[in-house]
């Protein structure tokens, strides 16, 4: 097989010499056997006709001889491709459109399969992905959905469980890298020791992190990313034992990571050991993860993940048996979930990636609907030719390979065309936001999606031969000599065909139109929801305090500078701390003990967004107060034991009773008199996770002496545009202390539009797309009615000659595209009711079956395809009879 | 010639392997050495040869090179590959097989019956 595909691929390359060798050798074996016969005693005359008897003609013979290497197919082919780029050239209108559509469609299904493809379909790059679980713990019941894993669950799951080869820990974080003064921020992985066993993919220099090295004491290693190594170390291959200053502690360089190495989404430049203290792993601290630690691990190859659960409960069974706090974490419905890594981290997103791939897919059927439709106008147009061609001896296998190399050539075209248009969509993407997607970095243009693409087009054109070929081989040739020319009438079948196309069309741009129209309704109806707080003019960022340089003490201090400094500043209306803004992504709850209440039976804790604050916060962040006070700067100077809870908190624990002077205490175990916290104020609601968020679980706001994280947000109102403040922000904190650097600047109003890209980008990618869809509806019916009209023009002569107005035959056209435009738009309407509660999840506080939504995209369609219609009508009704009968 | 037999369907590409067997050829040379090492009592359909000889080059049975002939023209000699042996063989074994067993059945007695 190999060797004849080399030998036609060497002739095809030398073509010429083929054809010259052939005719050489043929006049070399003539001329020898004329010089033998002559010798013999022939004469030359007789000698030549003995010759051409016995060797027949020579053009026979390399046809043979073409045949023998099979590169007769290819002269076929070439010879059937220039016929076809000769027809496409002459109807240029139909070529352009053609290729347009293709391009635009193809174009944009290579852009949206380019994001599937890297978030849904490509493995991760580990050995075996699909054996990579995580696992969280779940506290329905108190609202905690999602808590991540205690350290105390690490350790006491490894090697406890059968159906995990390997079970590890890893926390994101951010560290301050670097030698004082030329320090940076980068983003940072805490992993336990057979974090890349589990993984499957260790350094590629150097050695991991050993279970000595998982304590606060001996922790000073570190493992580096290959970007990071080859950016600070220019890929230096002595760099084992050097010294890096993590959060100014100096850490020893034990790794370096393979090029290869990303989890998941992460950016992480530097690996370090997730350590910890004894007293962290107790079994009391079980129920402490706060979704800060996440837990992976890797399936047995033999073990199923039905298995894995199993196990898991029945140890998380067994250990809770001797857990005082076992009836609390029972009422809240605590399990620990084993869910496919990849699955877990990608399915927020999937919904509205699938639901993009069906808007896409759906564009590209009314693409192709159209192209068909406008193919077969042609070759209705060239039926006659055909039907001559086939009564003259053109066999069938010729006539569909014609076809079929038309429209191939035509969809290739139109995909190469596609890739460009691909390319610039993936650009658009990104600048939508795409690469914050998870996994969304992996997004990328390159030769597998390119053939993709190609093989769908070559795919795409053979399925637009079929109902061609079809059409011109089902015909009987005597009709089809006869109709559509002067006494004949249209082909009722291929009639009928075309409307349902255009039916078809209508109803799926409908559909679009409906789909968009929900999304965007819901992106306004998301818009419309109240944060809780002012956001404009609000400037927010993040800065992140070491522990070394800053312990307890030093935090204040740090803290109290900060504030004095910008109290003082010019713009400056308020300035405030927390260690957690909404909007930041960080959703971590954590529990309280509100004295005197008594929980009922079956009603589990609740998980409460916790805050730390300083400074002006509330005024800052444009808070409402319902009652009592704010905390003020005095208050987390005087570190005295008072808190503010949001309204829901109130509602929910002193639903007849006022919030002001209750007691509670930070923690589900409460605590002595002298350490509850007495609340002092109620304040508004505040969404955290975003807009659409719709559990109130309550809120309480400490001092943040109380909630000293290393991690603190610096919220600053201002009287001009927050941005413009952002590089005083950063120059004030480098006055305190250089090495600290504020990241993440973004005013609130930004961060609250970011956290809306899911929704924005999917509606606008779907207007987008109705849009395209409208167009190329709209291109469809012109089409379709224009062939209708030039095809009747003798009839539509004949009946004004006779004395039809004008207006009647403009009638009559209109109210054909009425009819077809009625018949789509309930068709779409049925399609739409599908696709909206296809879509549900994806919706805010809009139904599926909406009537606005319905009644604009019905009046979309309507004007779109009238305005088309109109031209085509108004043509028909012009007609004059007497140049329209004068032809032929 | 007039008693020279017709080629049964299939052996010319045989009788092509074993003439370009015994030493390289031009197309012309092979059309005279089947004719020396048949008597001539082969008859070659020549319009056949030169798509056959083709075939063999396309299914690298045989190679083709240009070099001089007897007379100092230029001509296209096709030499038999390491395949082209293999092929020959085959196919010597195979007709061997089948020309005794056709001979022994045709020279079958009534006694044997």
């Given at each position: 097989m190999f060797q004849r595909l080399r030998s036609l691929f060497l002739v095809l390359t030398r073509r010429r010499d083929f054809e010259d060798g052939m005719s050489e050798e043929l006049r070399f074996h003539i001329e020898q056997y004329t010089e033998d016969l002559v010798r013999s005693g022939m004469s030359r005359e007789k000698a030549a006709r003995v010759i051409r008897a016995e060797l027949g003609s020579p053009i026979n013979i390399k046809a043979d001889c073409r045949e023998a290497f099979g590169v007769h197919f290819f002269d076929e082919f070439l010879r059937q491709l220039r016929y076809a780029v000769r027809l496409l050239r002459k109807t240029p209108a139909f070529t352009a459109t053609a290729l347009l559509t293709l391009a635009v469609c193809l174009g944009a299904n290579l852009t949206i399969f380019a994001v599937i493809d890297s978030v849904l379909l490509r493995p991760l790059s580990f050995p075996q992905p699909d054996r990579l679980m995580t696992i969280f713990n779940t506290y329905p019941k108190a609202g905690v959905d999602r808590d991540g894993s205690s350290l105390t669950n690490y350790y006491e799951r490894r090697n406890r469980i059968p159906a995990f080869a390997s079970l590890s820990i890893y926390s994101y974080g951010t560290e301050i890298v670097g030698e004082p003064g030329s320090t940076e921020r980068l983003q940072t992985m805490r992993v336990s020791p057979d974090f890349f066993s589990t993984l499957g993919l260790g350094p590629a220099i150097g050695r991991t992190f050993t279970d000595e090295e998982t304590t606060s004491e001996t922790d000073h290693v570190a493992i580096l990313s290959d970007a990071f190594w080859r950016q600070?170390?220019?890929?230096?291959?002595?760099?084992?034992g050097k010294q890096i200053r993590v959060n100014s502690v100096p850490r020893k360089v034990i790794g370096v990571l393979p090029p290869s190495f990303r989890f998941l989404s992460s950016d992480a430049r530097v690996f370090l050991p997730l350590a910890s203290r004894p007293e962290d792993r107790l079994p009391s601290r079980r129920h402490s993860g706060g979704n800060v630690i996440q837990m992976i691990a890797r399936l047995q190859p033999d073990a199923a993940l039905a298995q894995a659960q199993s196990q898991l409960d029945a140890q998380n069974a067994a250990l809770e048996v001797d857990d005082p706090q076992a009836k609390m974490i029972a009422d809240a419905g605590f399990r620990s979930l084993v869910v496919p890594l990849r699955a877990d981290h990608v399915a927020a997103v999937r919904p509205t990636l699938l639901l993009l791939e069906a808007g896409v897919l759906v564009l590209l059927l009314i693409g192709a609907v159209n192209l068909v439709n406008l193919l077969l106008i042609r070759a209705s147009a060239r039926a006659k030719e055909l039907a001559v061609r086939q009564a003259l001896g053109a066999g069938w296998r010729y006539l569909v390979s014609e076809v079929l190399v038309e429209t191939t050539l035509l969809t290739f075209a139109g995909g190469l065309l596609g890739l460009a248009v691909g390319a610039a969509g993936i650009q658009l993407l990104r600048s939508l936001g795409a690469d914050r997607l998870p996994l969304g970095t992996r997004i990328v243009f390159d030769a597998r999606l390119a053939i993709v693409a190609l093989v769908a087009a070559i795919v795409l054109g053979i399925v637009f031969a079929l109902p061609i070929a079809g059409f011109h081989l089902r015909r009987h040739l005597g009709n089809a000599l006869h109709?559509?020319?002067?006494?004949g009438t249209s082909g009722r079948g291929a009639q009928i065909l075309r409307h349902t196309f255009i039916v078809s069309q209508i109803a799926l741009a409908f559909i679009l139109l409906a789909g968009a129209g929900l999304l965007g309704l819901s992106l306004q109806r998301v818009l419309a929801v109240s944060p809780g707080f002012q956001s404009d003019h609000v400037l927010t960022g993040q800065i992140l305090l070491p522990w070394a340089d800053y312990p307890e003490a030093g935090r204040l201090k740090f803290v109290q500078n900060l504030m004095d400094n910008l109290d003082h500043l010019p713009g400056v209306l308020s300035a405030g701390i927390v260690n957690n803004v909404p909007f930041s992504g960080n959703i971590g709850k954590s529990a309280a003990t509100v004295a005197g209440h008594v929980r009922r039976p079956g009603e589990s804790a609740r998980g409460h967004y916790s805050y730390g604050v300083a400074g002006d916060y509330f005024r800052a962040m444009g808070f409402s107060l319902r009652a009592g006070r704010f905390l003020t700067a005095d208050d987390s100077l005087r570190s005295s034991r008072v808190c503010v809870v949001d309204e829901d908190f109130a509602r929910y624990y002193w639903p007849h009773s006022s919030a002001i002077g209750q007691a509670l205490w930070d923690g589900s175990e409460g605590g002595k008199d002298d350490e509850a916290f007495t609340v002092v104020g109620v304040v508004g609601g505040v969404k955290q996770a975003g807009l659409t968020e719709n559990e109130a679980q309550g809120a309480i706001y400490y001092p943040y002496a109380f909630r000293l994280g290393d991690s603190i947000f610096v919220a600053v109102r201002t009287s001009q545009s927050p941005e413009s403040f952002a590089i005083t922000l950063q120059k004030v904190v480098r006055q305190i202390d250089p090495d600290v650097p504020v990241s993440d600047l973004r005013s609130m109003d930004t961060r609250i539009s970011d956290s809306l890209v899911a929704r924005r980008s999917p509606a606008l990618l779907a207007g987008l797309f109705s849009g395209i869809a409208l167009l190329l509806t709209s291109i469809g019916t012109y089409g379709v009615l224009s062939y209708a009209v030039a095809q009747r023009r003798r009839e539509i002569a004949v009946r004004i000659a006779l004395g039809a107005q004008p207006g009647q035959i403009r009638v009559q056209f209109l109210s054909l595209s009425l009819r077809l435009l009625v018949a789509g738009t309930l068709l779409g309407l049925l399609g739409a009711w599908q696709a909206g509660r296809a879509m549900r999840s994806l919706l805010f506080q809009v139904p599926p079956l909406n009537l606005a939504v319905l009644a604009t995209a019905a009046c979309l369609t309507t004007l779109v395809c009238l305005a088309t219609c109109l031209l085509p009508s108004q043509r028909a009704a012009q007609i004059s009879p007497m140049e329209a009968l004068a032809e032929q | 010639m007039h008693n020279a037999a017709a080629l049964l369907p299939g052996t010319l590409d045989m009788l092509i392997l074993k003439a370009v067997s015994l030493k390289p050829l031009h197309g012309y040379g092979v059309l005279l050495r089947i004719r020396q090492i048949s008597n001539a009592a082969l008859e070659i359909p020549q319009g056949s040869l030169y798509p056959a000889l083709y075939r063999l080059e396309h299914h690298g049975l045989i190679t083709a090179e240009w070099g001089q002939s007897e007379n100092n023209r230029r001509a296209k000699f096709y030499t038999l590959t390491a395949a082209g042996r293999r092929r020959l063989r085959a196919e010597t074994a195979g007709w061997n097989r089948l020309a005794s067993a056709i001979a022994a059945a045709l020279n079958a007695t009534s006694e044997e019956v």
């Open positions: 600070r170390y220019n890929a230096d291959p002595n760099v084992l109709s559509e020319s002067r006494g | -």
